[in-house]
């Protein structure tokens, strides 16, 4: 807390006469025009002025900084409306594959696969067989092979 200086103070009261500090007494322009000559008044208004001025710029940069908020805010609601529309598909597409699957195993379906990889190849095999035997012509092994 701020101690007051009544020295200052009273040395601008010390060479009025009794008149003149009843007048100032009955008179609060006079009352005040004594204290706004007080050095700490003074001080006070100076040190107020100076916040202004600084809390005014202040506001100011902030306000120079408001398009780019809005355009950052605009930003991010954008990129959340994409992040919500892709959860959606990753739902949409996780039903999607527990519907086709059926309750079948990741492991059932690698076994099943490699059996009819299997069995293609098996295929492949015979037709390429059977060509280079001679028990199938050119074109029968062209559409048997596709």
Not at 60 to 68: C, H, I, Y
Not at 111 to 120: C, I, N, V
Request: aromatic share 6%; proline share 3%.
């Amino acid at each position: 807390m701020i101690q007051p200086d009544y020295p200052s103070a009273i040395g601008l009261l010390a060479h009025l006469n009794s008149d003149e500090l009843k007048e100032m007494l009955n008179d609060d322009t006079k009352f005040d025009s004594v204290l706004k000559d007080v050095k700490q008044v003074k001080d006070w208004e100076t040190e107020k002025e100076m916040i202004i001025a600084s809390n005014r710029s202040l506001a100011e940069f902030n306000l120079s900084k408001e398009p780019d908020l809005e355009e950052l805010k605009a930003e991010v609601q954008q990129k959340s409306e994409a992040g919500e529309q892709l959860c959606s598909r990753i739902q949409e597409l996780l039903g999607e594959y527990k519907s086709k699957s059926a309750g079948i195993s990741p492991d059932t379906t690698l076994a099943l696969l490699q059996t009819a990889a299997a069995e293609s190849e098996e295929q492949s095999e015979n037709v390429a067989q059977d060509f280079l035997t001679g028990k199938i012509d050119v074109d029968k092994f062209l559409e048997d092979f596709e």
